[in-house]
């Protein structure tokens, strides 16, 4: 069936990619997402999950996320997706609002979403994410305040909220709907920003929000510029081979079938990373904490000149700020993130 002949996939991709690199560290997070892996059936999670503890080591404390879409949600499923090790589900409603639903093409309602919610509750999951977006077709920032309400009301564990953005490749994209005024997007935000931090939900991360103990480890990884290896249709992986000059990126291919099909053949694409300070400071300004200049040199390999003269720039502009050994974007600088990382492309 298709489900076993994806996961043995999975497994054959794994013991590739480990014979290319090296991993020495037990594995702190493993990550299921992409298309809706909760549609996969609890047996199929459970193989995977053995096969990949029987290839590398899982801490003993590992965070194990899966993807869901409120439309898939089964109490026994879910119960048994938590008896088997997942110990954290994020969902993705995206709106509270039948309407914006319909606009963004989900195929759930706002009743299912709440529904899946008290699901995961009930089986369980203490754990669990929402993720939400601002910023939508034809709609006042009143309504993602009414989105964020549902949400803290819920009492989630973690919610990303973030701005539709319209990307290549897709519907919006091509038929632009009619979006809100800058100003009025950036209202919206500070409006849910304040509640969401009333409700006790600390904002990490530039679209991350969390109560405390409950931030996104496999996120901060990506944020910290961490390594990690990406296994499966449209996966990236991230790995230093050697510092400064061995950091790659993988890529293996988007379609499921061609991906199946040439599994082994040539893959992954590897390519070497050729800014690191870029890629470094894209990731580490992101989070609320952002970086040392020791957590740079680990990262990168490099002295914090190459951060030169970009960093001077954004400090004295009042973007970034220095204090406690610590850079990091100044309230100011989180919201022209990009004006920030143009002083570091060369």
Not at 168 to 186: D, V
Not at 292 to 311: F, K, V
Request: charged share 20%; hydrophobic share 35%.
């Amino acid at each position: 069936m298709p489900e076993t002949r994806y996961i043995d996939a999975l497994l054959q991709d794994l013991s590739l990619d480990l014979l290319r690199f090296v991993v020495q560290q037990p594995i702190e997070t493993i990550f299921i997402g992409g298309g809706t892996p909760s549609l996969f059936s609890p047996e199929a999670i459970d193989r995977l999950l053995c096969g990949i503890k029987q290839q590398v080591r899982l801490a003993d404390n590992a965070e194990i996320t899966l993807e869901a879409n409120p439309g898939t949600f089964e109490s026994g499923k879910f119960a048994e997706f938590r008896a088997i090790g997942i110990n954290r589900i994020s969902i993705g409603v995206q709106s509270f609002n039948d309407t914006q639903l319909r606009k963004l093409g989900r195929v759930h309602s706002s009743a299912e979403a709440i529904q899946a919610v008290e699901i995961a509750q009930r089986v369980g999951f203490s754990n669990f994410n929402l993720d939400l977006m601002f910023g939508l077709p034809e709609i006042s920032e009143y309504s993602s305040l009414s989105d964020i309400r549902t949400a803290i009301d819920l009492n989630p564990s973690h919610i990303s909220f973030y701005q539709l953005t319209l990307e290549p490749n897709t519907y919006f994209h091509k038929f632009p709907p009619q979006l809100p005024g800058e100003e009025s997007i950036f209202a919206g935000q500070m409006q849910c920003q304040t509640l969401l931090k009333n409700a006790g939900y600390w904002q990490y991360e530039i679209s991350a929000y969390s109560k405390t103990g409950a931030q996104c480890r496999h996120n901060r990884n990506y944020w910290q510029f961490g390594d990690y290896l990406g296994i499966g249709a449209g996966a990236h992986g991230k790995i230093s081979v050697e510092l400064p000059f061995g950091v790659y990126r993988s890529v293996k291919p988007k379609s499921p079938e061609l991906y199946m099909q040439t599994l082994g053949e040539g893959m992954p694409v590897l390519c070497e990373t050729d800014n690191l300070p870029l890629e470094f400071a894209m990731n580490h300004f992101r989070l609320k904490e952002g970086f040392t200049e020791a957590s740079y040199r680990a990262g990168t390999g490099l002295n914090l000149d190459s951060l030169q003269p970009g960093l001077e720039q954004s400090i004295a502009q009042g973007l970034v700020d220095f204090t406690e050994d610590h850079y990091r974007c100044t309230e100011h600088g989180w919201n022209f993130l990009d004006t920030i990382l143009e002083k570091f492309l060369h």
